[in-house]
C-alpha cells in the first residue's frame, strides 16, 4: 500500500511539473509597475488615450482593428472594478496641446520629434488634471513587429507571453514539405502605459495578440501571405489583453514568472 501511494504521489508530482512547464512561456515581457503608488492611490477610475503613447501613427495594417481592441480593453477593466472615462475628454486636451505646441510628428519621415512630444504629453495631462477624478491615463499601443515561426515539429511562434499555430487560408491545411518556417513574419501586439495625470509612470507591458501571415494552401510557393482576416480571433485578443494588463489586473494562469527586480519604467516620465 505505501509503494502504491508512493508511486501515486511520484507520478502526481511529474504531471504537475510537466503542466507548469507546459504553461510557462519565457518570452513574456519584463513589465513595469509602480506598487508603492498603486497602493497609496489605487485605480478606481482612468481614461484611454486616442493616440499612441508612442507619438506615431498606429500601422495602417492594424487601424481597423484598433477601435475593437480597446472596446475589449474598456470591457476587461470594467469587469475588473475599473471605471471609463468619456475618451472625449482625452481629445479635447490633446488637440489643445497640439494648437499650442505644434505637431512633433513628420508623415514624411516617419520621426517623432521627443521635446515636441514631451511639451504636447504635458501638456494634455496638465489639462486632465481638472478632472479630479481621473487617476491614471492609459495608452493602448497596437503594435506590428516581427516574429517567426519554429522550424520544429508544430512549428509555434512565441513572443510577449503567447503561443500561436501557424494559420492556414485555403480548402485545406496541408503544408509543402519544402516549406520555408525560417522566414520573419509580422506579428500583432498590445503595448500598454500607463501614466498619472502628473506624468509619472506607473505601468508598462505588453502582450502577444495574432500573427499577420498565414500559409494559403491554395498556392504553391513555399512563403506565407498577409492574411484577409486580421486579428479576427477574440480569444487571441483576450488573451493579448490579459497579458499586457498582468500584474495590475492578475491574470489566473499567468504564462510568467515575477521579475526577480524592479525594471526601469519603458514610459519616460513626462515633465
Known sequence: MRLS?????????????????????????????????????????????TVNVSGEPTRSVLRDSVDKVDGMVEDYLEANGISIAPNHLFNNAWQQALLTHGNFYDPTTGKVDRVGWQKVMAL???????????????FTDLIEHDVQHSPGMKHYARWYGVTREPATEGTTSSVP???????IIKGASLLVTIYTTEGKPLFSSRGGIDTLHGIDSRKSDNSFVRRKKILSRENNIEEGIEIAFH?????????????????AADAEPVQ
Open 124 to 138: 494634455t495631462l496638465s489639462s486632465l488634471q481638472a478632472q479630479k477624478d481621473i487617476d491614471a491615463v492609459i
Open 5 to 49: 501511494l508512493l508511486i501515486l504521489t511520484l507520478m502526481g508530482a511529474v504531471l504537475t511539473t510537466a503542466c507548469s512547464s507546459t504553461d510557462y512561456n519565457p518570452t513574456t515581457y519584463d513589465y513595469f509597475i509602480s506598487r508603492e503608488d498603486i497602493q497609496q492611490k489605487p485605480l478606481k477610475k482612468v481614461i484611454i488615450a
Open 247 to 263: 500584474p495590475l489586473i492578475k491574470m489566473k494562469n499567468y504564462p510568467g514568472k515575477a521579475p526577480s527586480t524592479t525594471k
Open 177 to 183: 514539405a519544402d516549406f520555408n518556417w525560417t522566414q
